[in-house]
Every structure is written in C-alpha cells, then in structure tokens.
C-alpha cells in the first residue's frame, strides 16, 4: 500500500503542477492583452517571474526585435513597455494553443511549449497577425511557480487589413 500510496502523490504532484503552470500562462497572456487598465501592470508581471529569470527571442526575427533580458526586474520592464499607458498596442489579443507541460520528477520544476496566435492592433491602425512557439521553464517557489526561462520563436508574421471596431 506505501507504494501505491506513494505513486499516487506523485501522480497528483504532476498534475498539480501542470494546473498550476497552466494558470500562470493565462495569467501571463491576460497581463499582456489590450486594452486593459494599466495600474500596477509591471509589478503584477514581475511577481510571475523568478528573480533570476531570462526572456529571450530566438531566431532572427524575435531575436533582433526582442533581445535577451535577464532578472525579474529587467523582464517585467521589457514585458511593460509594450503595454499601456506605453502608447504600442490599440489592441493585442494572445491565444494559447498545442500545450506540452512537463513536471520533473520532483515536482518543483516544469517545462512548457505551446503554439500561440496574437492579433494585433498597433496605435497607428495597423493589424498584424502572429504565429509564435513559445518555450517555457518553470520552477516551484514555497508554493508559488514562477517562469524561469521564455522563450519566443516567431513563426509567421502577416499583415491584416483593419480590424473594424466591434465587429464579430
């Protein structure tokens, strides 16, 4: 009975974990959508994010629109500054889709990947749509997951003729 007993905590650990880092992604794309109030914005997205967390763009793309950064505060400022009252965004909308979300076996850390779509509508009127991988490390602190290591991977980039206010 121990093992079993044993089997079956770490097999609730693993899914706890993944739920736990499937919300911290929702919350992350949450922060990250326009409109919404600004209010506290980078602290909010700081706290989803280790102190010594990197965030980084790979591939020529992402990697020369969004270079690296390193520390929770450098992070949380670079997320920011896309967001408002910086004036980037009229409208940016993620959706999260293809998850992987991986426990380790002590059930502290955690890696995910996910395809994600964003539409985008910048100040100027310009829409574009986006197509991006995203990898993701995680780890468990006290009992709080934190992201580790983003990593952004742009796949498709296109143009989108305007998007017309309050059309379905």
Known sequence: MGQALEQLQARLARLEGEAAVRRLMARYMDLCDVPRDSLALQAELAELFAEDAVWE???ARAGQSFGRHEGRAAVAAFV???LPP???FALNLHFLGSESIEVGEGGDTA???WLMQQLSTYVDGRSELFGTRLN???RRVDEAWQITHFRTRRLL???LGALAEGEA
Do not use: N, S, T
Request: hydrophobic share 40%; net charge negative.
């Open 57 to 59: 763009g790979l591939g």
């Open 80 to 82: 920011a500054g896309y």
């Open 86 to 88: 910086a004036e980037h």
């Open 111 to 113: 890696r995910g990947q």
């Open 136 to 138: 993701l490390d995680f």
């Open 157 to 159: 980039a296109m143009p």
